[in-house]
């Protein structure tokens, strides 16, 4: 079958740093997308991967280990704003998105 | 570039009516058209596939009679709702790939539709 996880809800402080995991196993693997959604919005495009290894942008930064299923968001240097539910989404053999349980992230100040 | 609309952005119908949801590709033209709802604290469950002048493809469980979809043309799809319940109420997002050789898709901002 197609599964997809994430914790359900992380917090952290303003100005700190979070990593927030997604472990999948899926039957086909075209990508991972991460995605940001802030509540009654549409998604926002965060990153892509596909091969191996890590993608920086910015304050945000996003890992892929494909033998292991694995993937994370890093997300440095805190804001309120960050506050948001970040959704990660496998390409499968096919173009759907098969996406995670989602993370609703809390960051304090 | 890549923007997606929706229409309405909320809507409020009474049980046993029927609502129309559209969803346009304005700067490109979208090879498929996907349709996705999400309740309250939870993800995106994808309802349906659609490619431009063919029929919509229905993920396991979803009425395929009750949420009817149309792509008409490569710029618009329409999700209608039929005979609609308070437990269709939900929030309703659209998303739109664009060429054949990219995987990303591109959402509309949602319809949040409350069935009284």
């Known amino acids: 079958g197609q599964n997809i996880d994430q914790p359900t809800e992380m917090t952290a402080t303003e100005g700190a740093i979070v990593q927030i995991n997604c472990t999948y196993q899926t039957s086909g693997f075209n990508g991972l997308f991460w995605y940001q959604q802030h509540a009654g919005e549409a998604p926002t495009f965060l990153s892509y991967n596909v091969l191996d290894g890590l993608e920086e942008k910015g304050r945000f930064s996003s890992f892929l280990s494909r033998s292991k299923g694995y993937s994370y968001l890093l997300l440095k240097e805190l804001q309120m704003k960050d506050s948001a539910s970040y959704l990660c989404a496998v390409v499968s053999g096919t173009y759907k998105y098969i996406f995670g349980t989602g993370t609703r992230l809390k960051v304090l100040a | 570039g890549a923007v997606v609309s929706q229409h309405p952005s909320r809507v409020i119908c009474k049980s046993g009516t029927s609502v129309k949801i559209e969803c346009r590709s304005l700067d490109f033209q979208a090879t498929t058209m996907f349709w996705y709802r999400q309740f309250p604290k939870q993800s995106l469950m994808l309802m349906a596939t659609s490619n431009e002048g063919s029929k919509a493809t229905y993920e396991q469980g979803v009425e395929k009679d009750k949420f009817l979809i149309n792509h008409a043309s490569l710029t618009l799809s329409t999700l209608t709702v039929t005979s609609a319940h308070p437990e269709d109420s939900s929030f309703y997002i659209c998303?739109?790939?664009?060429?054949?050789?990219?995987?990303?898709?591109?959402f509309g901002p949602g319809t949040r539709l409350t069935v009284t």
């Open positions: 998303s739109a790939r664009g060429t054949e050789s990219s995987y990303e898709q591109y």
